[in-house]
């Protein structure tokens, strides 16, 4: 659906950091540096934004 | 019982504590994580029907999410919070009906199509509560939808909701007792290239241990010593303590204020025992 607004492990705030991630990401950086720049130190919080399906855009006409 | 900070940000905390047992610790934690108060949405209105605009162009006040999603996510965004100036609202003396001193009013008017950010959130009356954290993702919505809401944020702990936790990722571990025999030792630093977290490093023909903080106790270096001089284990006397906040409130304030309830909670009990004495 919609990227999470806090990490379900540890309750990290990660919804802030989505779409700078998808961006950087997109532009051609590697996931882990994108990461390590937004200070996501912790496995549980990386893993919210690495393994996000963004679908509400499919959802959004019904 | 003594404290040394090694790290202190707004949002990041790191200390020592020593001369002091696993217990302590964890009350600590706990009381961090379970009774430190903060702010958070508790109560949302969605204006239901349709929303006119300035143009008269209507809107169904609608979007892709249950009502119920976009409050639960409202929730969990940090709210600013001034513990000083703030009361608990069923302790407040407005007796629970919500006011200036125990409730924060946002409003938020957003028609589609648009995504809804945590920053568009207005608060009702001062500034200084405006959300920090202003690029989170609450909803996404279409064309021809709207979203029209007042949210009541409120003081909670929380061992009522997680989102009124004040701090998180919080824990703790013992810390490293690295001894090394020099006598016995033939340098071959294989316990230098092995550690994982740069805990020991090879200096004037010796090697010593230059960063006991970062030893995560995984004893890979005694196992790859050959010569077997080295004991690693866990000080349960000195006490390596971490936690990290949202944003809402301050590393520092949460330490203080989870010390301050605890030291609240002893003399409580002291009290009551003494009165037993009698």
């Known amino acids: 659906m919609i990227i999470p607004v806090r990490c ?15 961006k950087r990401v997109d532009l051609g950086e590697s ?9 996501l130190d912790r496995y549980c919080c990386r893993r919210m934004l690495l393994t996000h399906a963004n679908l509400i855009d499919e959802v959004a006409p019904y | 019982m003594k404290i040394d900070i090694l790290e202190m940000t707004p949002t990041r905390a790191k200390f020592v504590i020593s001369d002091t047992n696993p217990a302590f610790a964890n009350a600590l934690r706990r009381t961090i994580v379970a009774d430190v108060p903060k702010m958070a949405i508790d109560n949302v209105e969605f204006h239901l029907g349709p929303i006119m605009d300035e143009k008269n162009q209507t809107f169904e006040s609608v979007s892709p999410m249950f009502d119920e999603t976009v409050a639960h996510r409202l929730g969990l965004i940090p709210i600013p919070t001034d513990l000083s100036a703030f009361n608990l609202r069923a302790k407040c003396t407005c007796g629970g009906e919500g006011c200036p001193s125990c409730t924060i009013m946002y409003s938020l008017n957003k028609k589609g199509p648009c995504t809804v950010y945590s920053g568009d ?11 920090k954290d202003d690029l989170i993702p609450v909803v996404k919505l279409a064309e021809d939808q709207a979203l029209l809401i007042y949210a009541t944020a409120e003081l909670g702990t929380g061992k009522q909701h997680a989102k009124w936790q004040g701090a998180l990722g919080t824990g ?10 020099h006598s016995k030792c033939d340098l071959g630093g294989s316990c230098v290239k092995v550690c994982p977290k740069g805990v020991l490093a090879k200096e004037d023909r010796k090697i010593v241990v230059k960063h006991p903080e970062r030893c995560n106790l995984c004893n890979s270096c005694v196992e790859v010593c050959d010569a077997g001089v080295i004991r690693v284990a866990g000080d349960p006397t000195k006490i390596l303590f971490k936690f990290e906040t949202d944003g809402a409130l301050q590393a520092k304030e949460v330490l203080v204020r989870g010390l301050k309830i605890l030291e609240e909670r002893f003399e409580n009990l002291r009290e009551q025992i003494s009165s037993l004495e009698e």
């Not at chain 2, 009702?124 to 405006?130: H, L, N, Q, S, V």
């Not at chain 2, 703790?172 to 025999?181: H, N, T």
């Open chain 1, 8 to 22: 379900f492990t540890c309750g990290k705030v990660i919804g802030g950091a989505f779409e700078d991630f998808v």
């Open chain 2, 121 to 131: 959130l207005e608060p009702i009356g001062d500034a200084k509560f405006r959300i």
């Open chain 2, 172 to 181: 703790y571990r013992y810390f490293a007792k690295i001894e090394i025999e």
């Open chain 1, 31 to 39: 996931p882990r540096d994108v990461l390590d720049s937004l200070h």
